[in-house]
């Protein structure tokens, strides 16, 4: 049993690690909302600048924004 916990949880790490290897070495994705398109329709059909993305279709991915929050944690504690 034990065999089977050790496996999920390295699974689990390989796809953190590889997740944040992504992030890294590309910051930036599509916006959800939007999926890109850099507008949304609205409810009486007309279009809009999505709010979200500021109307560039994308933004900066969770993970990048981890990075650059334990970054700067890292070098707030070191100054």
Not at 16 to 24: P, Q, R, S
Not at 33 to 46: E, K, L, Q, W
Not at 52 to 71: A, E, S
Request: charged share 25%; with cysteine.
């Amino acid at each position: 049993m034990t065999t089977i916990a050790l496996l999920a949880s390295l699974a689990i790490l390989g796809y953190a690690l590889c997740y944040l290897a992504v992030c890294a070495a590309s910051p930036w994705g599509r916006c959800r909302r939007c999926h890109g398109r850099r507008y949304h329709r609205t409810a009486i059909g007309t279009r809009r600048d999505c709010r979200r993305c500021d109307g560039t279709g994308i933004r900066v991915r969770l993970g990048r924004r981890l990075i650059d929050y334990i970054r700067a944690e890292y070098r707030a504690g070191h100054q």
